[in-house]
């Protein structure tokens, strides 16, 4: 539940307007090398976030 819409993915976690998902569709073609970066930045640093956190719903088991 942390992305809403493929809108706010677009712009929030991939740097990008609110129709970059729905052009690549459309055109077939794979993510810019930059929006992945700009990805696996922002997972990254939240990554870190949650190591340090000491709240017990960030350090208890996984489920899925």
Known sequence: NVIRSEREF???WLGKSECYMRSLRFNHTDPSTDALMTCA?????????????????HTGPVTV
């Open 10 to 12: 677009s712009e929030q």
């Open 41 to 57: 930045s922002k997972l990254g640093w939240y990554a870190n976030q949650l190591k340090r956190s000491t709240a017990l719903h």
